[in-house]
């Protein structure tokens, strides 16, 4: 049973350009949410994503936009990138909030963004 | 806002005992929960309490009390391979969703 996967791992942008995260959620999980994880600090949540609508949203700019497919898999896109955008992209899925006792997410291992 | 603190780094011997603390300013919430994260990979959930008082799964225990805002994580038997971060996290009412709100996280580091 494949877990989450996310892609790239890695990835090198430049100031000003604009990047696309994708996501495959673990098998039977139909709620994807991605999260930024500075270095050295927790998980910051981005945005959540279910039945291909944006949920629930964290404190991040218009920038941060992203998408879900019928298939539940999902993008993250961030546009005009800054240096601050430098981070640790996690994707994390799950089942309904109202299907679980603890909410428990299942991230996948993440994509690292460095923006020069 | 919503903040949950956590010592920066931890440190202890192979075999012996360690607790790691939360503390939070939240407005209501489902549950505390615990993640581990080793260096370049995936959070992983470790355990989960919706009431006050303690949850035992394996060698981890968590602890949540609500009244006084706190809650902890105590691993026993410690190995090597519990060198890792440590985050908790809360679910926020209302809410259908899992939107988590994570703690700053405690880096452990486990010496022979």
């Known amino acids: 049973d494949a877990g989450v996967t996310q892609s790239p791992t890695h990835l090198i942008k430049t100031r000003g350009q604009q990047v696309t995260l994708r996501c495959s959620p673990k098998s039977g999980h139909d709620t994807v949410s991605w999260y930024q994880q500075a270095l050295g600090q927790g998980p910051q949540f981005i945005f959540q994503y279910y039945e291909e609508e944006e949920r629930q949203r964290g404190n991040f700019p218009d920038r941060f936009s992203g998408h879900q497919f019928p298939n539940y898999s999902s993008e993250l896109n961030v546009n005009a990138l800054l240096l601050g955008d430098s981070a640790l992209y996690l994707c994390?899925?799950?089942?309904?909030?109202?299907?679980?006792?603890?909410?428990?997410?299942?991230f996948g291992e993440g994509s690292r963004l460095t923006v020069l | 806002g919503q903040s949950l603190e956590q010592p920066s780094e931890v440190t202890a011997v192979e075999g012996a005992i360690v607790q790691i603390n939360c503390t939070y300013q939240t407005s209501g919430f489902y549950g505390l929960s615990w993640y581990q994260q080793h260096d370049g990979g995936a959070p992983t959930f470790l355990s989960y309490?919706?009431?006050?008082g303690l949850e035992e799964t394996g060698r981890f225990s968590s602890f949540l009390s609500r009244s006084d805002s706190y809650g902890y994580l105590l691993l026993q038997e410690l190995q090597m391979k519990d060198s890792a971060s440590y985050f908790c996290a809360v679910r926020l009412y209302p809410g259908d969703t899992d939107k988590l709100i994570f703690g700053t996280g405690t880096r452990l580091q486990v010496f022979p």
């Open positions: 309490n919706a009431l006050d």
């Open positions: 994390a899925s799950s089942r309904p909030a109202r299907h679980t006792v603890t909410g428990e997410l299942f």
